[in-house]
């Protein structure tokens, strides 16, 4: 039996200027099983609140309806005063008889009329209302960090010092990521190495974070506070439980010639490396397809030097798992391909002449040429003669900006770093004159716009409003054809090295990894937040988190800042044995479930699995659906494609509903 | 598939040898044009200078005289033409009310929907480079040819989209296709100064020399070209541009369809060689290029 | 065809189906900004468009309702990524049954309106109010209702 108290709220004015409240309490009174009505002035207030937990006592009530404002505004309030008053929080229901009615209409006899019918509707909601308890979800108490770049790091550091065991997962052989292959850093030029480095180290040692270096995320199970992960360790054929990094096999390596990715393919490494010299760990790996024993089946003079025995040619892929509450994704970037398309639809910049030309280089080659530990030891020299180039052309927005090649968005960091680039480049050749081509100058940041008016004014780069449209060689030169759009002239300058600032992409697999993780991606394959703005760091996936350039184009001190946000999202998760949520989840009625399998195809969340029951002699009876109460959201899409109406969600079950709908209008 | 073929007024003038050797072309590799009847001149640059309705108007009257005799696809060889028609088109299908004026000044209710190739767009992907490839009777090995596209053939992107604006490669791939070697040069699509060589010939002169200059820089033997007026332009004025600026440049010009013809086996005349002002016969003569047809005939 | 009652004091009863999200937030962005519409509308809020099960739409029209609206996040917006895209499917193939069975379709309206466009909500509930009023009150599903039941009775 119902014992519904109806309360009614002035909210001074603001509901009684066009709501006839006590007109409106008067015919409440009247509704069916409606015991008790009254109004007051304000009734979120104290006394307000104290008239709803009197008159659940003196009463008995069983259901509340409070008219008043949305429940986005005061539904948690009102709620906490009846579970004070001892009652389930889940049977008072708010009715919208302000913002929905008083605010947005002048004739007083129509809001009145309405504010009895938002009520009525609410009466008979909450008399189906079930009383819910919140959910509440077992935590593990440690995180997976994916990607060992300064997001990933700054991330795992964060927790580990939170007190929180942290797992890593790099897929290179070495932690780092982009910022390691940088020389300096805008804009204080400050050395990318001797800032990064030190925390590379911490990572390594830190007794809270387990570091798994050449290794990739294979499979992720479970949902929040509770993720199973499958890491594939891929084979280094070298045991790094042995390994003291010595280097001896490096050095006794006779394959030479091989392309340094970490120097952007401007300088050489062998068969066996590491991708450079400050690598965490310091633990080489061979490089199968160059390797002289893989590919003639002689040779092994690392494993002949090694006087450990850390060289393994039998080893294999082995495959790890552990368990984790919460992820944090910080996969980071690739760059843009300019030479050639791409397999996801990119154009390229044929008419640059990159791959084509050795001295058309793209900004992170300028970066290794730049840094001292680069393959020209931090001499500027060109890459195909290793002359000094005394005229070097910056081109800005390649790629990015440009809706013909497919990427629309801006990469936000070139402008700063070519910037940059023009002044490391004056610092080491003083007679050397820089070109910038730009679209437009976007140094929107602390000290930024600075930094490039010092480019500009001290370090004389001259900048050039326009796009280049074609590049090519003659005799000695690159002659780069462009326009100069503030003096409205084609202009040609002949210059010994081009630049090319390469848009920022998301890594290459970003959308198989993405579907592993089960989050989403926009449509450059850029991974999603949950919200633009204010859920910035998790993703729709509760419990795993963003951080970094796998988002959108980053600079380092943003990706710094997201990844310490993410850390504090997942220390404050770890800080509870048991996560609480809403218990607006939906549920199964297995004897009428007829098992189509429909819901599962429609739960964004995949919270819904099959479940079989089987009699007491174990034989399958038949299988149901069953929902995942950790993972489901609550949006309710099962129960409309539902067929046999076997689900339900509870706090908008099809009862309640349908209670609404038939008090609707009288 | 039923093509239809657009010629247009330069091929029966000015540029007769780009007719001859496109015919020449696709009775060697068995391919069936027919030619529209009644066909009438795409507007080329004076119409839609003057007029933008008439500029749509002439191209799309061609369209529905294709459509009427039943033909699904029309070819144009030369690169206004195409242009023309592939802008009248794609205007008039983004709006009906354009469409419905037009339909009313060309007296005409016909619906278009007809699909344009550009004759290098049809090789491509219709025809296919592998196919030009197995047919080739006399490689032209040797050959180093500039590939020049000029503006029309590949822009604007939105609307001729078989290749990309700034680096076209598809002539290119006929090019190696027959056997030549394909130079990858700077100026590709820069502009020849195209209708300005009537009012403002120095224009077409100075552009004219930095084309030719780049081709030179290139060490390129000849240039491809797939447009009468870049033809007109390169070819006609080459003299004259010497005698402006001091240059010796002799670097024949040649349509891409005289050079299918030369590898295809048909000799100087079948492709109306002699008709260019630089003369070609010489330098593939040099190269030993031309094929002799009556020996091959002979062999056959 | 349908019967019209055109009298000047016909107030169509509408009933709208919105998601908590976007659409209530966006209509109660319509009240704190003090935005007028017309009160004909009865809001019942879900927790997303997908929760729409159309059989709620036909209720309503079973209750006397003359029009109904249903509303929620933009596409790409929606707070469940892609509840809205189910319930715009689904909505498809159920205008095209209502077609079938005889209601005219103009009387059930989707909507996109954002947390943001209180003003989109208030111009569109007037706007759809006023398409009802003069289409007049809703009195053919009674009369489909009546006409299902005698064929059923007949077969």
């Given at each position: 039996m119902s014992r519904i108290g109806v309360f009614v709220c002035y909210c001074g004015e603001n509901i009684g200027r066009t709501v006839n409240c006590s007109e409106v309490t008067q015919r409440a009174a009247?509704?069916?099983?409606?015991v008790y009505s009254v109004d007051y002035?304000?009734?979120?207030s104290d006394p307000g609140q104290q008239i709803i937990k009197d008159a659940i006592k003196k009463y008995n009530l069983n259901g509340i309806v409070v008219a008043s404002c949305s429940p986005l505004m005061h539904e948690k309030t009102f709620r906490h005063a009846v579970v004070e008053a001892g009652?389930?929080?889940?049977?008072c229901e708010l009715a919208?008889?302000?913002?929905?009615c008083s605010w947005v209409h002048d004739d007083k006899r129509n809001a009145t009329d309405k504010a009895l019918d938002l009520i009525r509707m609410m009466v008979e909601k909450v008399k189906k209302n079930l009383p819910l308890d919140t959910i509440k979800i077992p935590v593990t108490r440690r995180a997976l960090v994916i990607g060992g770049g300064v997001a990933g790091i700054q991330a795992a550091l964060d927790i580990a010092d939170g007190g929180k065991e942290v797992v890593m997962v790099e897929k290179?052989?070495?932690?780092?990521?982009h910022m390691a292959q940088l020389s300096e850093t805008f804009?204080?030029?400050?050395c990318s190495q001797c800032i990064l480095t030190p925390k590379m180290v911490d990572v390594n040692s830190h007794k809270n974070i387990k570091l798994y270096t050449y290794?990739?995320?294979?499979n992720v199970k479970g949902y929040i506070g509770n993720f199973e992960i499958t890491i594939r360790k891929k084979?280094?054929?070298?045991?790094d439980s042995i390994?003291?990094?010595?280097?001896i096999c490096i050095e006794k390596c006779?394959?030479?010639k091989i392309n340094s990715e970490f120097n952007t393919n401007l300088g050489t490494r062998k068969?066996?490396?590491?991708?450079?010299?400050?690598?965490?760990?310091n633990i080489p790996v061979i490089d199968k397809e160059n390797c002289t024993y893989f590919k003639?089946?002689?040779?092994k003079v690392c494993e002949k030097f090694c006087d450990r025995n850390a060289?393994?040619?039998?080893q294999t892929d082995e495959f790890i798992k552990e368990n984790v509450g919460a992820i944090v994704v910080a996969t980071g970037f690739d760059l843009y391909s300019i030479e050639k398309e791409r397999s996801d639809n990119y154009q390229g910049y044929?008419?640059?002449?990159y791959g084509k030309d050795?001295?058309?280089?793209n900004s992170l080659q300028f970066e290794r040429l730049l840094s001292a530990s680069g393959p020209t030891l931090g001499e500027v020299t060109r890459?195909?003669?290793g002359k000094i180039p005394e005229t070097v052309v910056f081109i800005q927005c390649v790629g990015s900006r440009d809706k013909s090649k497919g990427i629309e968005f801006c990469s936000k960091i070139c402008c700063m770093y070519t910037a940059k680039h023009t002044m490391l480049y004056k610092h080491k050749v003083h007679n050397g004159k820089a070109f910038v081509f730009y679209?437009?100058?976007?140094?929107?940041?602390?000290n930024y716009d600075e930094f490039v008016r010092r480019a500009i004014e001290e370090d004389e780069a001259i900048y050039l409003r326009g796009r280049v449209s074609r590049i090519y060689r003659e005799k000695d030169k690159l002659i780069v054809k462009g326009a100069d759009t503030l003096i409205g002239k084609q202009v040609e300058i002949a210059a010994d090295l081009v630049v090319l600032a390469t848009a920022m992409l998301p890594q290459k697999d970003t959308v198989p990894f993405a579907q592993k993780l089960g989050i989403g991606y926009d449509k450059y394959h850029f991974l999603s937040e949950?919200?633009?703005?204010?859920?910035?760091?998790?993703?729709?996936?509760?419990?795993i988190f963003l951080a970094g350039a796998c988002q959108a184009p980053k600079d380092i001190p943003e990706a710094v800042a997201q990844a310490s946000a993410a850390a504090s999202k997942v220390l404050g998760l770890c800080s509870n044995d048991q996560l609480e949520r809403e218990p607006y989840v939906a549920y199964v009625n297995e004897s009428s479930?007829?098992?189509?399998?429909f819901c599962l195809q429609s739960c964004t969340y995949s919270a819904i699995e099959n479940k079989s029951i089987v009699n007491s002699k174990g034989e399958l009876v038949k299988k149901v659906a069953y929902v995942n109460k950790g993972v489901?959201?609550?949006?309710g899409t099962c129960v409309s494609i539902c067929r046999s109406k076997s689900i339900d969600l509870a706090g908008y079950t099809d009862e309640q509903i349908y209670s609404e709908i038939n008090s609707m209008f009288v | 598939m039923n093509y239809g073929y657009f010629p247009g007024c330069s091929l029966h003038s000015t540029a007769r040898e780009f007719n001859i050797s496109t015919k020449a072309v696709c009775s060697s590799l068995k391919i069936n044009f027919t030619e529209v009847e009644d066909w009438i001149c795409c507007g080329a640059t004076p119409a839609h200078t003057t007029n933008h309705d008439l500029g749509l108007a002439l191209p799309y009257s061609n369209l529905q005289l294709a459509a009427q005799q039943g033909f699904d696809t029309l070819v144009a060889p030369c690169a206004a033409c195409y242009n023309r028609l592939k802008v009248s088109d794609f205007e008039i299908r983004k709006s009906d009310e354009k469409k419905n004026r037009i339909h009313e000044i060309t007296e005409d209710k016909t619906e278009a929907d007809i699909s344009i190739l550009h004759l290098i767009e049809f090789f491509k992907n219709d025809f296919g480079i592998e196919e030009i490839k197995s047919a080739v009777k006399n490689p032209l090995v040797g050959l180093r040819v500039a590939s020049y596209y000029g503006?029309?053939?590949?822009?604007p992107n939105e609307i001729v989209?078989?290749?990309?604006?700034?680096n076209p490669t598809s002539m290119d791939e006929i090019v190696s296709a027959i056997g030549a070697d394909a130079l990858d040069w700077?100026?590709?699509?820069?502009?020849?100064?195209a209708a300005h060589a009537?009012?403002?010939t120095e224009i077409v002169l100075q552009l004219c020399k930095k084309l030719l200059q780049a081709a030179e820089n290139s060490s390129a033997d000849c240039i491809a070209v797939a447009c009468p007026l870049c033809h007109a332009n390169l070819d006609m004025r080459q003299n004259q541009i010497n005698k402006t600026f001091g240059t010796k440049f002799n670097t024949p010009i040649l349509y891409i369809t005289q050079l299918m013809g030369l590898a295809l086996g048909y000799g100087a005349n079948d492709l109306s060689l002699?008709?260019?002002?630089?003369?070609?016969i010489k330098l593939l003569t040099r190269k030993n290029l031309i094929p002799q047809l009556e020996k091959m005939n002979r062999e056959n | 065809m349908e019967e019209k009652i055109?009298?000047?004091q016909f107030e169509p009863k509408i009933a709208s189906f919105v998601c908590t999200w976007c659409t209530y937030t966006g209509a109660d962005l319509a009240g704190t900004s003090r935005l007028k519409y017309e009160p004909n509308v009865r809001i019942i809020r879900l927790p997303?468009?997908?929760?729409?099960?159309y059989n709620l739409i036909i209720k309503a029209f079973e209750n006397g309702a003359d029009g109904i609206l249903v509303s929620g996040c933009h596409p790409n917006d929606c707070h469940y990524s892609s509840g809205n895209f189910y319930a715009r499917r689904r909505f498809i193939v159920f205008r095209e049954l209502l077609q079938f069975i005889g209601?005219?379709?103009?009387r059930v309206q989707f909507a996109w309106v954002s947390a943001a466009e209180g003003a989109k909500w208030a111009k569109l509930v007037n706007k759809f109010t006023s398409e009802i009023k003069d289409l007049?009150?809703?009195?053919n599903y009674q009369k489909i209702k009546r006409d299902i039941f005698l064929e059923e009775a007949v077969i």
């Open positions: 009247k509704l069916r099983d409606v002035k304000y009734m979120c009652l389930n929080p889940f049977l919208n008889i302000r913002e929905h290179s052989p070495s932690i780092g990521g804009p204080t030029l400050d290794s990739e995320i294979e084979t280094r054929y070298v045991d390994c003291n990094g010595c280097g006779p394959q030479k068969a066996i490396y590491v991708p450079f010299p400050q690598a965490v760990p003639n089946g002689k040779c060289i393994k040619f039998e044929g008419e640059y002449g050795p001295d058309i280089i890459p195909s003669d679209m437009d100058i976007r140094a929107a940041g602390k949950a919200h633009p703005k204010l859920k910035p760091i998790e993703t729709n996936t509760a419990g479930c007829i098992g189509c399998e489901c959201q609550g949006c | 503006c029309l053939l590949v822009r989209n078989f290749d990309d604006e700034e700077s100026h590709k699509t820069e502009c020849c100064g009537i009012p403002k002699q008709s260019h002002f630089v003369d070609p | 055109l009298t000047s997303c468009t997908g929760r729409i099960d209601i005219d379709v103009r007049g009150q809703f009195t």
